[in-house]
């Protein structure tokens, strides 16, 4: 008896402690960005990491004089008419999902801030390889040709 409770215990160790592939993320403040401007903005993810878990991230773009994206009403307006979206709410979107995901695997699209999308989900897994190594400096994610 007392050998089969060691062997439970055993086995509900290995399993609860995180015994997986899944390679910790270490803690820190870890950002991608986009090789180039489109469209006269930059995007950019910063994460935070804490106890292998992502609790905060920025998405956003800015200029090149370092204007936020979100922050541009003109430009809110005019996306909003045309896509039904807009900057300050698809950056949002994005960053809670990651935040509930945890991981890179991709989130879902925003109808009409699709292209935002695809490059979110290719900065956040750039973030994340860089938190898993621990190194801070920002790293540089290659601009996809338009089609």
């Keep these: 008896m007392k050998k089969i409770c060691c062997l439970i215990l055993l ?30 903005w ?17 998405f956003n773009a800015k200029d090149s004089s370092g204007y936020i994206k979100a922050w541009d009403n003109a ?10 979206t807009y ?11 990651l935040i509930e995901q945890q ?16 490059n979110f989900n290719r900065l956040a ?3 994340i390889e860089q938190a898993k190594k621990g190194e801070s400096e920002t790293v540089q994610v290659e601009v996809e040709e338009e089609k």
Aim: proline share 1%.
């Design 11 to 40: 086995i509900a160790v290995f399993t609860f402690s995180g015994c997986s592939s899944k390679e910790a993320m270490k803690d820190g403040y870890y950002t991608a960005e986009m090789s180039d401007y489109s469209h006269g």
């Design 87 to 97: 900057p300050n709410e698809y950056t949002r979107y994005y960053a809670a999902e």
């Design 42 to 58: 930059k995007e950019y993810v910063c994460i935070l990491v804490k106890n292998n878990k992502i609790v905060s991230v920025e």
């Design 103 to 118: 991981n890179d695997a991709g989130v879902d699209a925003l109808t009409g801030a699709s292209t935002s999308g695809s």
């Design 75 to 84: 430009y809110m307006k005019n996306m909003y008419s045309v896509n039904g």
């Design 125 to 127: 897994a750039a973030a």
